[in-house]
């Protein structure tokens, strides 16, 4: 079964760039959820979408924005990176914003140096 | 205020041995439980969630779970320790907070099996 895929599983960037991270959901899941997991922490939620509108709102800090588009993909944009942005990236995805079934991506390593 | 607990970041068992993940969570009304778990370098796997039908939930790879009202807890447990259960376990609720829905975790639990 085709499960979220987040790209890219890796990234690399240095402190005061920006970056760009991509979730394609489960195909005719129309709900995408963010989350950030610092080094050895539990995952925090950041935003979530449905059906292309921003549905709820975490702890996301002003420099990140985030956006779902027509095909139901999302992409986390980050600017003005520190230090302690770097985290795992998840991005989780379920049908018609059931947030008890969220299905989760493999993640996204970012590491700001 | 809501909130989950996991009691003990790590946890140590022999192979074959039981496995015992406590999950305590603070809530007003009753919630949707959740275990999920995390392979090193890799994303979350839900393991089994409770949604307010059965208190005793069997999940994948032989864990299960039970729902104790009176006690607020949610515990994950799984007869015999296999070496392939080396994790991190993250238990999580769905707390209603600010009029949304919201998916809290818990800090997590590092399983490791000893041969």
């Known amino acids: 079964a085709a499960g979220v895929i987040q790209s890219p599983r890796h990234l690399i960037k240095e402190k005061r760039e920006t970056a760009t991270l991509k979730c394609y959901p489960i195909?005719?899941?129309?709900?995408v959820y963010w989350y950030q997991q610092g080094p050895g922490q539990d995952p925090q939620f950041l935003i979530s979408?449905?059906?292309?509108?921003?549905?709820d709102k975490g702890s996301i800090p002003d420099r990140f924005s985030a956006q779902q588009f027509s095909d139901y993909h999302s992409e986390l944009n980050m600017s003005s990176l520190e230090l302690g942005d770097s985290a795992l990236y998840f991005c989780?995805?379920?049908?018609?914003?059931?947030?008890?079934?969220?299905?989760f991506g493999p993640g996204t390593r970012l590491t700001v140096t | 205020a809501q909130s989950v607990t996991q009691l003990g970041s790590h946890v140590s068992v022999s192979e074959g041995a039981l496995v015992l993940l406590r999950c305590n969570y603070s809530?007003?009304?009753?919630?949707?439980l959740f275990w999920y778990v995390q392979y090193p370098n890799q994303g979350l796997q839900l393991l089994l969630k409770?949604?307010?039908?059965?208190?005793l939930v069997k999940g994948i790879n032989g864990f299960e779970a039970e729902f104790k009202k009176s006690e607020t807890s949610f515990h994950l447990t799984k007869p015999s320790a296999h070496m392939s259960d080396a994790a991190e376990y993250f238990c999580?609720?769905?707390?209603?907070?600010?009029?949304?829905?919201?998916?809290?975790f818990g800090q997590g639990t590092r399983l490791t099996i000893n041969p």
């Open positions: 989780a995805s379920s049908l018609d914003g059931r947030t008890y079934e969220q299905y």
């Open positions: 195909p005719r899941h129309d709900t």
């Open positions: 979408f449905y059906e292309k509108m921003q549905s």
């Open positions: 809530s007003s009304v009753p919630p949707y």
């Open positions: 409770y949604t307010s039908a059965a208190t």
């Open positions: 999580a609720v769905r707390f209603k907070i600010q009029g949304a829905q919201k998916l809290v």
